[in-house]
């Protein structure tokens, strides 16, 4: 099974999306990264197999869009699905994660919504376009 | 002269009138001849001061004096301006430097709200355990107050973007833009009814986009403070004014105490107590900001008989830009 991974350079935020995947019962296995470079290394090196990726835009380092980029020349990282979270809806951050060749761009949640509401989204997008056949 | 010797030149004898009344007639008499200046020398006749000499020169003083004015002020303009250049310039520096601050600020305290709201809602929802009904309720306050200061760094930021903003231009009729912005309020407020009363016929050029927010803030205040009303009315007028477009939106809700008007329009002000009416107090502080943006005023009074009405005087033509970048 591919593996849904989750890159965020805080803590809290991989533990929250972890809860959220927790309690919407998704048994994909899990891999989470504190900084982009660590993810695209784990890619390189064939540890990890993305299905799914989450990813932050603001990060130090390499941020999201850069991240992205890295990831899509990968062997490992061209069929996966890419999904950049941010707090920002401006523009500009969304149509440089689009550049870097992400699949979509979801605001992380504000107001009302909450982590399991986003997760169940992104994760449903993932089931629906996912077309390896191998989840 | 007679008794000094001393030239006297009068370059501009319209400016001499305050002397003796003899010597107005005098002037009088040299002005209606139009010679404009006037020197007086004494003549010698071999050794005896005898006679002297009045030799006039229409206007040709005059404008001599005119010209130096004339440079004298063209160079305190020039310092004026120049100065004015230096003073836009600093005042652009500290605007952008307090935009950056508040922009940056506003985008760093969101991801700690997001995270304590984040992990309040799985410890609520059961996610990491169960919570008994006391630790719950505990719960539910901070998650409130989560959410409060969610909102009100969205509306921080999106006040601090307003400024940002490049107007666009475009001409249209403000009422029936006020009026499309009633779907939204009913939307907001669904357990009330709204009577719209409408009143006038005005074109404006505007940014249409921000006028709406504009608008859409200011209805929302009148229904937000019409609590106890049974159909909250709020009337809309429009009228030319010399050349403004004056729009006031007048409610019959609870007005505001006369003695904070001065505070109406500051951001996150709020005039009535914090249980009685929700929100951050940035609405009616992004309206003037638009009003303001656009080189229009507003203003605000309590109504006779109750109610509040906010009137704004808006330019019918663009306002130009208040501060020019250097290359203009």
Redesign the interface.
Known sequence: MRNLVLVDDSPDQIELMRLAIESLGIDRPLATFVSGEDCVSAIASGAVTPGLILLDVNMPGLDGPATAARIRRLAGGRTARIVMMSTSDQPEDVRRGLEAGVDSYVMKPTGHRTWVDVMSAVTGYWYRTDLSGCL | VLRTGTIAMLPLLAAALWLPHTAVLLFGALLAMTVSSWTVVRLLRRDASLWAQLASQPDEAERLADRMACRETADAARTIAAALVRHAARLKQLNDDLETVSTTVS?DL??PV??I???V??LL?G??GSVDDAARACLERVRRNA?RM??LI?DLLALSRLSRETLRYERFDPLTLARSTLDLIRDRYPDRSVEWLADGKVELAADRRLFRVMLQNLVDNAVKFSPDEAVCRIEVQARYERDEVVLSVSDRGVGFPAELAQRLFRPFQRLHPNDRFQGAGVGLATAARIVRLHGGTIEGRNRDGGGAVFELRMPQKPAPALLMTEDE
Do not use: L, S, W
């Open positions: 985008h969101r991801a997001q995270v709201k984040g992990f809602d799985a929802a996610q990491v959410a969610d909102e969205t």
